[in-house]
């Protein structure tokens, strides 16, 4: 059990006397929860065993899947590198500060812990004012996971943060909604060619715009399959059942047993009975959807419903990343046919 402070900070302008708080309680191997311009992270000194070992402790993380390194700037990610390719420098140069994380060859600077044990370091340089406030005031590299429990969804508030973490963790700094709402992209330059190991907030295909065309096995298969030991089965999920559905679903809700949630892009104008339906009207552009989706899934999580219903996204490269997390967070053991006809039938599903 860890007391957990909660300072609120300026999301634009963060107040130094609250980043050097911040920056002490991670000297001191201790974890501060902190925003992200993607998600909230939980911040750990890479280098300090003990440290990181808080991380995998206060998430319930499984060992095996490792962490992405933070850092201030250029130089900080090529000194934690036993190789520094010629495509790290154009993306860096690129997308740094960013939501793109570079996996290259470790030259074993960070801890064990923070690898997995494996050959290879995730590293990427944030934009949020207030986490490159905090590693310029650390000058450390940073450990940093979404600041959520293992297996549930990341947390676009402090709020969300609190939730899951209160009580074992040592620091929260509370900046408000993060802006792009939806984790970075995971690109693997360690062998030959360069890998999507993780779709995210920076579009594949800007990247492939720098560097040539990305491999993408493994990108949108079942989890299971996946290679990545981070794409574990039951990522990104809320704790209610979440089906992805079809527009052609509407008699999904005509006749509902119980309270649903409806998550849908653009206007959910089917006859339907309100009460029984919590409505999500989502933007069109990929950019704004992904900014409110995990806040939105975070809010229905809590209201107990039975399930929520969310719209198939477009297939679009600019949906990728949202239709890989809510492919992971959905539930796909049976058909949605068979899930509708339980629904319909059943009402204590
Ligand atoms: O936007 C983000 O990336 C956020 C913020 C806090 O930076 N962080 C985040 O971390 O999403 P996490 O731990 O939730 O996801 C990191 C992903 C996992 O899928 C992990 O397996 C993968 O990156 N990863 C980390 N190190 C890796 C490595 N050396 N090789 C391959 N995959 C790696
Ligand atoms: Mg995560």
Known sequence: MRVTQILGIDPAFPHPETIEIAATVLRD???VAFPTETVYGLGANARSEAAVRGIFEAKGRPSNNPLIVHVAQIADAIALT?????????LATAFWPGPLTLVLPS?????????????TVAIRMPAHPVARALLQATRLPIAAP??????????TRAEHVIRDLQGRIDLILDAGPTPEGIESTVVDLSSDRPRLLRPGSLVAGTIEAIIGP?????????????????MLSQHYAPRTPLYLVSKEMRELTSNLPEKIGVVWIGRFDWPHDSRKIEVVELSE???????????????????????????????REEWLAIRDRLSRASHRDAGIEAKSQILLKNTDL
């Open 146 to 155: 979404s600041a959520n429990r293992s297996g549930q969804l990341s947390p």
């Open 214 to 230: 990305l491999e993408r096995v493994g990108v949108e298969e079942r989890p299971s399959e996946l290679k990545s030991p981070g």
């Open 285 to 315: 552009d990929p950019i704004d959807y992904a900014r409110r989706l995990y806040d939105e899934l975070h809010r229905l999580d809590q209201m107990n419903l039975k399930m929520i219903l969310v719209l198939h996204p477009p297939e």
């Open 82 to 90: 036993a190789q520094w390719p010629e495509m790290a420098t154009k």
């Open 29 to 31: 191997g201790k974890l």
């Open 107 to 119: 030259n074993r600077s960070v801890s064990d812990m923070v690898t997995a044990g494996g050959t």
